[in-house]
């Protein structure tokens, strides 16, 4: 399993179109084939840096949906919004300790 965190830090003024555009996709994303959970994070002492956290199957499977017109039209909306360059991390998944 691959987990996937990206760091977004949006301009102040730019919040609540980063919420409505999550919130109009959300579920779209999340039914992409291979996506198994999908989290909306906020920092609590910045309230413009968000954090994606999400679950895939795979490496193809995260790949799969970064390279869909579906992705790069959310991106490109996305994109535009930013404060600073997004920051984005792959990981496998080796342990989870109930």
């Keep these: 399993m691959l987990v996937r965190i990206v760091k977004l830090t949006f301009k102040k003024e ?3 179109s980063f919420e409505a555009i999550f919130e109009k996709n959300k579920r ?3 039914q992409v084939e291979g996506c198994t959970f999908l989290e909306l994070l906020q920092s609590k002492e ?5 954090f994606t956290y999400s679950y895939w ?3 193809a499977d ?3 949906y970064r390279n ?3 992705f790069k039209s959310v991106w490109k909306k996305t994109k535009l919004l930013f404060e600073e360059k997004p920051e984005a991390w792959s ?3 080796k342990e989870t300790v109930n």
């Design 14 to 16: 730019n919040i609540a």
């Design 28 to 30: 779209k994303i999340r």
């Design 91 to 93: 990981l496998i998944k």
């Design 68 to 70: 869909s017109e579906f």
């Design 57 to 59: 199957n795979s490496t």
């Design 62 to 64: 995260l790949e799969n």
């Design 46 to 50: 910045e309230d413009n840096i968000y």
